[in-house]
């Protein structure tokens, strides 16, 4: 007959498949990017990310290196090494434990955004916080057992010009997480030094975990994958360390006492998380620590 035919379920499907696509494509404005960028969308159990119609420089060398690793035979082949790294670093614990534990271990988005970290050797010697263009991050695989990685959570001192301003410090076009004096880059190489010392573990296993320089910060999607796999990085580190340049308020029992850290959700989320991870290990103290 001529009349018109049904639409079946599986078309339905791929219809809404076709406009959550195309909606998250559209993008928002960022900004950290300055410009519009394309928003994840969760499309048949999964997270994808869509690219950008635009790139500029900074991107188009960010995705000449990615291409140029993903096609080294090399980093392919080690792919299963990076994700046992992890899982090695769990610990022994009660098997509910390591089971919880190993959830957030494969939060991770172990395909764009794999989990990196600095030596902390090479982060000393820049003599400034590395950025994700300096490539100066190497996998998880490279850290040996009997190793440890401090994760460091903080503020960015320069978010926008407009904290500049308020701060005293100087703009100098995009955010950045230091001042201009490299005040905290200072800061961390103290902390982690004496963090060494009280624990008695050896600098040259030392590693620094940064969102500056560990999670891509010019491909949007990856970004926001490494953003959403925070708490599986913070799973696999030995210690929380909030790097904070002021004197702590003498009643600061808690981060939320500290001013601007203890302000935004996301940065006290991010201890909760180290909380967490010291009770699924059974630690009588959570591994949080404020220099």
């Known amino acids: 007959s001529g009349g018109v035919r049904p639409t079946s379920l599986a078309e339905m499907v791929r219809e809404a498949r076709r406009e959550r ?12 990017a300055q410009k519009n960028v394309p928003q994840p969308c969760y499309v048949a159990g999964a997270w994808e990310y869509p690219e950008s119609n635009t790139m500029d420089e900074k991107e188009a060398e960010a995705r000449k290196f990615w291409m140029e690793r993903e096609a080294d035979a090399e980093w392919r082949v080690g792919k299963e090494a990076r994700y046992t790294a992890g899982l090695s670093r769990l610990g022994l614990n009660r098997r509910e434990n390591i089971e919880a534990l190993k959830e957030q271990w494969d939060s991770v988005d172990h395909k764009f955004a ?16 590395p950025r994700s263009s300096d490539r100066v991050t190497v996998p ?23 904290q500049c301003k308020r701060n005293g410090h100087v703009w100098e076009g995009s955010a950045h997480p230091d001042d201009e004096k490299g005040t905290k880059h200072r800061l961390m190489c103290a902390s982690v030094e004496q963090l060494a ?8 296993g030392l590693y620094i975990w940064l969102d500056f320089c560990c999670i891509e910060q010019d491909i949007v999607n990856k970004k926001m994958a490494g953003v959403k796999s925070l708490r599986g990085y913070v799973s696999v580190c030995d210690a929380v360390v909030v790097p904070y340049p002021e004197p ?42 404020v220099a």
Do not use: C
């Open 21 to 32: 696509r195309k909606e998250a494509a559209k993008g928002k404005f960022s900004f950290w």
């Open 248 to 289: 702590p308020p003498a009643d600061a029992s808690t981060v939320d006492r500290l001013a601007t850290y203890g302000d935004r959700g996301w940065t006290r989320l991010e201890a909760m998380v180290a909380y967490i991870m010291g009770v699924l290990r059974g630690h009588q103290a959570p591994e949080l620590w």
């Open 114 to 129: 794999p989990m990196m970290v600095v030596p902390y050797a090479v982060f000393k010697g820049l003599g400034r916080l």
């Open 140 to 162: 998880l695989s490279d850290v040996k057992q009997g190793d440890h990685i401090t994760f460091y959570s903080h503020n960015w001192m320069r978010g926008d010009e407009e």
């Open 197 to 204: 010392e009280t624990k008695g573990w050896e600098l040259d």
